[in-house]
């Protein structure tokens, strides 16, 4: 059964940072490609990043850019979100979502094409 879970969110005060996992069991992540997206209360879901299947194309929302770092480990079956420079606006829950295409640079953050979806990990910036 395909499953991802989300690990790593927490409380960390303005400027810190954290690293999000995503790991995938029941299926082999090499030919998805990964979006990670996020919803505080009261807001719609928003696309955050993605990354390729090859690694090799990412994406980022302009609220992270330069903040937020996306990266894949196939071996490790592991897609990650590394947040620096956190702010009290980046607090939301977290969720890494799948897609399989046979496109290896293709890297979208539109949420409505994901299949697959984490159960969501909570990330709390506050002094």
């Known amino acids: 059964q395909l499953q991802l879970v989300e690990s790593g969110g927490g409380l960390v005060q303005p400027g810190g940072s954290l690293r999000l996992s995503c790991a995938a069991s029941g299926f082999t992540l090499d030919y998805y490609a990964i979006g990670w997206f996020r919803q505080a209360p009261g807001k719609e879901r928003e696309g955050v990043s993605c990354i390729s299947s090859s690694g090799g194309r990412t994406n980022y929302a302009d609220s992270v850019k330069g903040r937020f770092t996306i990266s894949r480990d196939n071996a490790k079956n592991t897609v990650y979100l590394q947040m620096n420079s956190l702010k009290p606006e980046d607090t939301a829950v977290y969720y890494c979502?799948?897609?399989?295409?046979?496109?290896?640079?293709?890297?979208?953050?539109?949420?409505?094409?994901?299949?697959?979806w984490g159960q969501g990990t909570q990330v709390t910036v506050s002094s």
């Open positions: 979502a799948a897609i399989r295409t046979p496109i290896q640079t293709m890297c979208v953050m539109t949420s409505t094409i994901y299949g697959s």
